[in-house]
């Protein structure tokens, strides 16, 4: 038999013969089994969850990250030494911008969780999602903000009508050349319509990078700074997960991302449904605590865009 005849042949063989054998088939094994480890993880690629890693680079303060399950979560940490903060490792123009957070738990007085997309330039566009803590029991405001060419001075503030704190929830901007919406799971809280027929400068040239971070906020973030941070209750944890970014890649120009033929160019993406437009008012009617449209005191006449986003 075939078998027997090998091994009657390898006894034949010197000791320095069969290690050389020996040696040359675990190099074999090895390539064998490198290749197929490569294989799998490049068809799994396409549908496997997005790691940290993928998409995003830690910024600030590595020691206070948690990685876990090789990145499919991650948590931030404050505590008195440092805040922590990353970013993504491209920049974008339109899309679908999404992140699941979920915020510090307990006593997050004093603590700011920012989200934010911004092309970090004096003259920058900036989406803005700022989470300020509490005491323990009380509830977070989230704060929104919109910046064009350097202008921001816009912001808005609801609570959220859910525990922040007890579960993910995914916030996200879905931005294409007729609007900006921000999203809380499916709920538009805020739009930011294109209104350049208003006079009204857009969002549509600047690469936007996405961020997060969490610090020390107590001189303003809770009940106006009267709430400072309670440090026997650090390290305060803000964790994520759904690292993936469904958004044109902008290259430095941004002719690519401005063919209107991806999938938030669609009709459909342009204007509000009737659905979203009621749920932006039920936010309005029963979350929002400030609106910097209907604050007289710091503009009068409100700037032109609060006659027309909903
Ligand atoms: C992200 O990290 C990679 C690898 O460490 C580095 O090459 C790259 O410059 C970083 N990118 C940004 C935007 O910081
Ligand atoms: C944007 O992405 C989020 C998270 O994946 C998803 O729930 C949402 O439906 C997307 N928006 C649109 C308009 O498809
Ligand atoms: C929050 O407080 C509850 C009850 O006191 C405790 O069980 C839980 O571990 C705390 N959570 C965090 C994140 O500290
Ligand atoms: C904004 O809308 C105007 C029409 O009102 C359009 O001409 C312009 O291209 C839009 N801006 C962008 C960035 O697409
Ligand atoms: C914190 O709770 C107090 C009391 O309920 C509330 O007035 C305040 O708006 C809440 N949020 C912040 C961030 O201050
Ligand atoms: C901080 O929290 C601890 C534990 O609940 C409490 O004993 C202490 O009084 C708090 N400190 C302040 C300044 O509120």
Redesign the pocket.
Known sequence: MAGLGIFSYLRGLSRTTKIVLVLALVVILACIIGVSVGVTKHKKSSNRIATFDDNYNITWAPDHFSIINNGELVGIMLDKVSGAGFGSINRYLYGNITMQIKLVANDS?GTVTAYYLSSLIDTRDEFDFEF????SG????LQTNVYVNGVGGREQRI?LWFDPTADFHTYSVLWNQHQVIFNVDDVPIRVFRNNTALGVPYAYDQGVGIYSSIWNGEQW????GL?KINWTYAPFTASYQGFGIDACVFTGTPDSCLTGKNWWDQDKYQTLTSDQLGKVSWVKQNYM?YNYCTDSARYTPPLPECGSNP
Not at 132 to 135: D, K, S, V, Y
Not at 138 to 141: A, V
Not at 221 to 224: E, L, P, Q, Y
């Open positions: 007085a300020l803590g509490n005491t009380q509830p977070y405001i609570f973030a809770t009940r106006g709430e605590i």
